[in-house]
């Protein structure tokens, strides 16, 4: 019967392993956004607290707020991971559902 | 009449690799819920509203801001982002973006109390936080359009239009 485990299973992770380096590079550049965004808001602060624009109290409140918009960020590019894995997944799933059938064809 | 071994064998194999392939061909993983366009537009909005907010109060003279100018439109605007609150947490798998959109109204509430108890809003807060909701909606609408799954990655019997 034609039906090679070890082939379906390299077939699989083949699949599934092309999804993730073909997605990767967006969640990289997600959190490296993330990064780049909290950086420029920091120095924001820092900046109008030179200018006197805001008081001392008020830096260590923007700087609190800053954590929750750092995390909302990363929320994003965990988004896109669940996304990456969702599609490397179903697409080792296809690669099994076809050798099945062939495996079916051939009897 | 009793059927040969190898008969039997080659049934049993068609009957297990049958079961596998009915089974397989229902099963698609899924770890995000499906893009919902009208979130997406709901956060456009409110982000768009929220950032016309800040325009206001930035236009106004800094001497002239109490919190009661400004209160109707608060009450508002929470009640905007509770409908988004709401609508996220409603959908299943729906975990990051429900998160974000409680950051959203966490800091609404807070600076909304802040403007309440201090009765004016500073030139220096009111652009820092205007910038910062313009992120924190970005990222409320990148969540959403990062859930846009190609037809291919689609479980077309599955997953919802």
């Known amino acids: ?107 | 009449m009793r059927s040969s071994p190898y008969i039997s064998r080659r049934l049993r194999h068609f009957a297990v690799l049958f079961v596998v392939a009915f089974a397989v061909n229902g099963c698609a993983i899924k770890l995000v819920p499906d893009y919902d366009g009208v979130t997406f537009e709901e956060i456009i909005k409110v982000g768009k509203k929220v950032d016309r907010f800040y325009g206001d109060v930035l236009e106004t003279k800094s001497t002239d801001r109490p919190y009661q100018k400004f209160s109707e439109r608060y009450v508002e605007i929470e009640t905007d982002i509770r409908s988004l609150v709401t609508r996220n947490s409603a959908r299943a798998l729906n975990e990051e973006s429900m998160q974000i959109s409680e950051i959203i109204l966490k800091l609404w509430v807070k600076y909304k109390d802040n403007h309440k108890l201090k009765d004016t809003y500073s030139d220096g807060n009111a652009k820092l936080d205007r910038n910062r909701f313009i992120r924190l909606f970005s990222s409320a609408a990148s969540a959403e359009v990062a859930k846009k799954l190609d037809p291919d990655d689609k479980n077309a019997e599955k997953d919802s239009k």
């Not at chain 1, 390299?10 to 990767?24: N, Q, R, V, Y």
């Not at chain 1, 120095?43 to 750092?70: F, H, N, P």
């Open chain 1, 1 to 107: 019967m034609a039906f090679d485990t070890g082939e379906v299973l390299d077939g699989m992770l083949g699949a599934a392993a092309g999804i993730l380096s073909k997605e990767w590079p967006s969640v990289r550049a997600c959190v490296e956004t993330a990064w780049e965004d909290e950086r420029d808001a920091i120095e924001a602060i820092a900046q109008a607290r030179l200018t006197g624009e805001i008081d001392d109290d008020d830096v260590k409140s923007q700087l609190a707020d800053e954590k929750d918009t750092l995390s909302a960020a990363l929320l994003v590019c965990k988004v896109k991971g669940k996304v990456a894995a969702q599609k490397a997944a179903n697409a080792a799933i296809k690669v099994l559902a076809n050798a099945i059938k062939a495996a079916l064809k051939a009897l």
